[in-house]
Nanobody
Framework: QVRTAESGGGLVHTGGSLRLSCATSRSIFSTYTMAWYRQVPGKQREWVATITPDAKTNYATSVKGRCTISRDNADNTVYLQMTSLKPEDTAVYYC???????WGQGTQVTVSS
């Protein structure tokens, strides 16, 4: 059964930074590509970044150069380090293992102008 626990969101000013965390089970973490998504109310969920089990990464154009996705194999945790935040980054951020129809509770990121 898939479970993820996202955390690390908050309220920051434009230009600020946040590090989001996503903890999951070892079996999921070690097997599947993990991805971050985000969603603004009333809009479609948007893919942000992906990291494979062997740490290959990929980023959406909108966050490339400002976000870094990483994984900690000891803690079964995926991180999303976000810098130079903009108001348009405001959203609920979710992580999800690839291939599962599952969404956790997410973590709210709010960037004030």
């Amino acid at each position: 059964q898939v479970r993820t626990a996202e955390s690390g969101g908050g309220l920051v000013h434009t230009g600020g930074s946040l590090r989001l965390s996503c903890a999951t089970s070892r079996s999921i973490f070690s097997t599947y590509t993990m991805a971050w998504y985000r969603q603004v109310p009333g809009k479609q969920r948007e893919w942000v970044a992906t990291i494979t089990p062997d740490a290959k990464t990929n980023y959406a154009t909108s966050v490339k150069g400002r976000c870094t996705i990483s994984r900690d194999n000891a803690d079964n945790t995926v991180y999303l380090q976000m810098t130079s935040l903009k108001p348009e980054d405001t959203a609920v951020y979710y992580c999800r293992p690839g291939g599962f129809d599952y969404w956790g509770q997410g973590t709210q990121v709010t960037v004030s102008s």
